[in-house]
């Protein structure tokens, strides 16, 4: 069992920026893959960012490319995501998430989550 607690979530201006944390417990969280995903009203859950075990392997959606830095701090059990130049549609829940089986780009492929912390972007 992992449990996932997300903070750092707020209400910013178009082109802010806002650090997102994601700190884990329970099993050794150094082994799995972390992600973070975002749902936005009336639409799917979609990710944002992944991060292999060693934090030497990164992945990200194409609309984040270039704006956001995803990184973890094993011996903080925490996973990090910097969002810079945010825009109002990156208004959405984030989501950090603990990979199972599967396509790392897919939700259904992640089994522990956290409960969401809300981002809203002014514009």
């Known amino acids: 069992q992992v449990e996932l607690v997300e903070s750092g979530g707020g209400l910013v201006q178009a082109g802010g920026s806002l650090r997102l944390s994601c700190a884990a417990s329970?099993?050794?969280?150094?082994?799995?893959?972390v992600a973070w995903f975002r749902q936005a009203p009336g639409k799917e859950r979609e990710i944002v960012a992944n991060?292999?075990?060693?934090?030497?392997?990164?992945y990200y959606a194409d609309s984040v490319k270039g704006r956001f830095t995803i990184s973890r701090d094993n011996a903080k059990n925490t996973v990090y995501l910097q969002m810079n130049s945010l825009r109002p549609e990156g208004t959405a829940v984030y989501y950090c998430?603990?990979?199972?089986?599967?396509?790392?780009?897919?939700?259904?492929?992640?089994?522990?989550w956290g409960q969401g912390t809300q981002v809203t972007v002014s514009s």
């Open positions: 998430a603990t990979h199972r089986s599967g396509p790392l780009s897919t939700a259904a492929s992640y089994d522990y």
């Open positions: 329970g099993r050794p969280f150094a082994s799995y893959f």
């Open positions: 991060i292999n075990w060693s934090g030497s392997s990164t």
